[in-house]
């Protein structure tokens, strides 16, 4: 089995980095911050986490979030384990999945998402799953581990995200097994609750009611869409991370089959986020198209582009 594969692996490293996808959201950081927990505390293992780009500090209530890094050196350790992404190009570290280097002696991919990238190792990839949190609370239950508060917290966390608080389509009867087995298990539902959904910043208020009042909708394609400029992050004061969510609230429109988000970086990309409620749309295959991915009804992509603003119309060039 490879779950049992990869805590044979794990077991026997010296020295384990853990690494989650550029501009990690909370499935991203509570299923690294579960995986540390587990490797140190259960195990006795030594392990670093790393990840680029902006980490959301409204998640700093999950145990151990100060621990982790914006960089490492490879040399430190033999195995590394990606969680929540297919390959070390969404990492942000390396511009390739296929690294022109002998390392790591072993490498470890935990995920939910489809994906073609060549990333070698040992792969655990599950698209039935919520979220690779979800993922996790399977991996332990194989491995015969005790849930404690702070691993439930971690995973509870990743799995409320990523369902939209079980409101989303890949919300499944395994989703609220493992809910239910976390909260018994001692999860902080206050302090998730608090920290997902009650705690919004100026910034993001500010930044969402710049995008809303841009939001057009085309009544024949039935599509809701709107952008936000690198000038209005920072007129707002706001990150990329900030925007999440906002996607999600554009498709519940009436009438809305689905929702573009367009936000510009300041590295010269444009990134778009793309969000349905309708069993009969596939924005993933959108994503693709444009060199992106994600799942059937949420799905992104980036381009090496900027965005242009003629009156009242914008276009990506």
Same mark, same amino acid.
């Given at each position: ?201 100026? +910034? ?5 009611? &710049?995008? @809303?009042?841009?939001?057009?909708? !085309?009544? $024949?394609?039935? %599509?809701?869409? #709107? ?12 990150? +990329? ?5 906002? &996607?999600? @609230?554009?498709?519940?429109?009436? !009438?809305? $089959?689905?929702? %573009?988000?367009? #936000? ?21 295959? @959108? ?31």
């Amino acid at each position: 089995m490879t779950g049992m594969k990869i805590k044979q692996i794990l077991i026997e490293s010296k020295k384990i980095l853990l690494v989650a996808h550029h501009n990690p959201d909370a499935d991203a950081l509570g299923s690294m911050l579960g995986m540390y927990e587990i490797l140190v505390h259960h195990w006795g293992l030594s392990v670093e986490m790393a990840v680029d780009g902006v980490i959301p500090s409204n998640l700093s209530y999950l145990p151990y979030f100060f621990l982790i890094q914006d960089g490492f050196r490879p040399e430190r350790f033999d195995t590394v384990v990606l969680l929540d992404c297919g390959g070390w190009s969404r990492t942000n570290f390396f511009e390739t999945d296929e690294l022109n280097i002998d390392w790591p002696n072993n490498l470890i991919v935990i995920d939910h998402h489809a994906t073609s990238a060549g990333t070698p190792g040992v792969h655990y990839i599950d698209t039935s799953a919520s979220s690779t949190s979800e993922i996790l609370w399977k991996l332990i239950k194989t491995w015969g581990l005790q849930f404690n508060s702070k691993l439930a917290t971690c995973l509870l966390t990743g799995i409320m995200f990523d369902t939209g608080s079980f409101q989303h389509s890949n919300t499944g009867i395994e989703t609220f097994q493992a809910a239910a087995e976390l909260l018994a298990s001692g999860a902080d539902f206050s302090g998730i609750r608090g920290g997902l959904y009650v705690k919004k910043s100026q +910034a993001l208020l500010k930044l969402w009611g &710049t995008a @809303l009042k841009k939001m057009k909708y !085309d009544h $024949k394609r039935k %599509l809701a869409t #709107s952008y936000v400029s690198v000038q209005d992050f920072k007129r707002c004061n706001a990150t +990329a991370t900030d925007l999440e969510g906002l &996607t999600n @609230l554009m498709s519940t429109i009436p !009438d809305v $089959k689905f929702a %573009l988000l367009l #936000s510009e970086g300041e590295n010269g990309v444009v990134k778009g986020s793309l969000r349905t409620e309708q069993n009969n749309i596939n924005v993933k295959n @959108l994503a693709e198209a444009m060199g992106g991915g994600g799942h059937i009804k949420a799905a992104g992509f980036t381009l090496p582009a900027r965005i242009e603003v003629q009156g009242g119309a914008w276009r990506v060039v």
